[in-house]
């Protein structure tokens, strides 16, 4: 099998304390894959490592994606290889509207007609006559700016898109949704790293991975990795760290 | 003094419709006689055309041109009239005085451009006296394009009374070009129910010094205001934003929002000042300074721009 992603030993201290463990990771190409894991495991450090935000430098280890090593790339020249990030908590931009922002993506896929940016909104459940000309700012609420952010997701085509808790924010009849919309970015020939805390979401993923305090504890089916997290996951407080990787 | 002759007229009209086009004005609307219309050059007034229910009076002075302005009584002016202040020289010096009065009941929308594309040494100062009668609305949109020099002193000095039920809306924008020296001094007494919304956006480069006073006095029951400033500024740019309003009156409602974004080795100071003397007032106020969001920038870098384009952007919107 192919990998579009894949992580070897990634270590990463932030602050001198050691916030990723060796993080080894392999993420086909077209896979929807779920990292679930409980707060404080990483999984956020690990999206803005994978994305080469400052402050997210790693010490050790490699990042691999579509054969090359991306350690020295900035985020702009990661974003042109085809890795975006979506935020769980996206940015506001006062004065910038709907429209030019969802085209800014598509600059490197030689443009965007309107027509496409109408079907993005669509795709997140958004009518575009509402909300082409509307400012990707304070006014919106905090579901609708995920949705939109989700719509530039659809919009940049990446190769692999990661996406931070797409679902917190939303209610949980738009799951459904998510999930379509995560199906729909596969179809469209991107990879999905999704961080979850949702089962609906892992269970309508390729595969799963359980985070555990900076390392990834065991990848698999993502039913089972779900079902262990729930019931046979030792609760925090209760452990000795750091876990045994499996 | 020199003669004026009309081809030295027509040449300066040129000139003047030019540089209006350059600062983002549509030149065509000069011309169109269905359109009310005041075109100024220096001292020299170089078009005046007023529509049913305008009053447009001119006097050329030494230094300028003083103009009164009326929207009589009922009338509600359907398209906007627009005025064209600038200086095509290299050098001068340009003084207008304004008496504008919106009577009782009127509604007009103005749209300024003021233009000075080739200001090395000129300064171009703007008293106003404005009066916004019961119940009448003025909306003011003033553009400056002030070329890439940065040799221009810009003086506006505003006086606005707006009397019970009245509304005034306010947007002046400088964001093209170098700014030089400018110090915006505008205060506002609001009476009863009346609203005024007082927005400023300027964006500073090089060595250019921008100074915004303004203030509000809310005086009149139920009277509502808002002052936003959205300041961009770079290199050794200095900007100093001072915002005032008073509540006076019950139930009067005021906001000061100033927000200024610094690159390079810029400089800023914001002071928002709230006064209340009535227990039923409220005012409120914000101001941030600060480099541009560090989140803001990655998103947009995440999406493939370039660190400088993502900045671009993001200042852009902020004072679009």
């Given amino acids: ?246 | 003094m020199t003669p004026i002759t009309l081809n030295a007229l027509s040449r300066e009209t040129e000139d003047i419709t030019a540089a209006y086009t350059a600062a983002g004005g549509d030149s065509a609307v000069l011309h169109n006689h269905g359109l009310a219309s005041l075109v100024v050059s220096g001292n020299k007034v170089l078009s005046a055309n007023g529509t049913e229910g305008i009053v447009i009076e001119k006097k050329e002075t030494e230094h300028g041109v003083d103009i009164k302005l009326i929207i009589k009584k009922g009338y509600k002016i359907p398209l906007p009239v627009h005025l064209c202040f600038g200086l095509v020289h290299k050098d001068g010096l340009q003084e207008i005085k304004m008496d504008f009065v919106a009577e009782e009941d009127s509604a007009v929308e103005l749209i300024a451009h003021c233009t000075f594309p080739n200001a090395e040494k000129v300064i171009h100062k703007m008293e106003a006296e404005m009066l916004i009668g019961k119940n009448a609305s003025l909306k003011y949109t003033e553009t400056h394009f002030h070329g890439p020099y940065g040799g221009i002193q810009v003086l506006p000095k505003a006086h606005v009374t707006i009397e019970e039920g009245g509304r005034y809306y306010t947007n002046f924008s400088l964001i093209s070009g170098r700014v030089g020296y400018l110090e915006f001094d505008y205060s506002v007494d609001a009476g009863k129910d009346s609203i005024c919304e007082m927005v400023t956006k300027v964006y500073g480069k090089a060595d250019d010094i921008i100074k915004i006073f303004e203030r509000v006095s809310l005086n009149g029951e139920n009277a509502r205001s808002v002052i936003k400033s959205r300041l961009a500024i770079t290199d050794n740019a200095e900007s100093i934003f001072r915002g005032i309003t008073e509540g006076h009156a019950p139930r009067a409602r005021g906001h000061v929002d100033c927000m200024e974004v610094l690159q390079g080795n810029a400089k800023a100071e914001a002071v928002p000042i709230v006064r209340v003397d009535n227990p039923l007032a409220k005012v409120t106020h914000e101001a941030a300074i600060g480099c541009v969001d560090k989140k803001e920038v990655e998103t947009l870098m995440a999406r493939g721009l370039e660190e400088d384009d993502a900045i671009d952007i993001i200042v852009k919107g902020m004072l679009a």
């Fill in chain 1, 1 to 246: 099998m192919s990998y579009i992603l894949s992580l070897k030993n990634l270590i990463l201290s932030r602050d001198g304390k050691k916030i990723l463990r060796g993080v080894n990771l392999e993420i086909g190409d077209r896979e929807i894959h779920s990292i679930i894991g409980a707060n404080g495991a990483g999984k956020s450090t690990l999206a803005y490592t994978l994305m080469g935000l400052q402050g997210y430098e790693y010490e050790e280890g490699s990042i691999i994606f579509d054969g090359e090593d991306v350690a020295v790339l900035s985020i702009t020249e990661r974003a042109k290889k085809g890795i975006t990030l979506a935020w769980q908590e996206p940015a506001r931009f006062e004065g910038l509207k709907v429209r030019d922002y969802l085209a800014i993506g598509a600059k490197g896929n030689g443009g965007i007609t309107e027509e496409e940016i109408k079907e993005a909104l669509r795709k997140v459940d958004l009518k575009p006559e509402k909300y082409l000309d509307r400012e990707v700012g304070e006014a919106l609420s905090g579901g609708e700016r995920k949705r939109i952010e989700l719509a530039s997701i659809i919009t940049m085509k990446p190769k692999l898109a990661i996406l931070d808790e797409p679902d917190s924010g939303i209610d949980v009849v738009s799951l459904k949704e998510i999930v379509s919309l995560i199906r729909a970015l596969k179809e469209n020939g991107s990879s999905v790293l999704v961080i979850t805390h949702r089962e609906e979401i892992a269970a309508a993923s390729d595969k799963a991975s359980l985070m555990c305090e900076g390392a990834i504890l065991r990848s698999g089916d993502p039913l089972e990795i779900s079902e262990f997290f729930k019931n046979r996951c030792i609760p925090c407080d209760n452990r000795v760290s750091p876990p045994q990787v499996i």
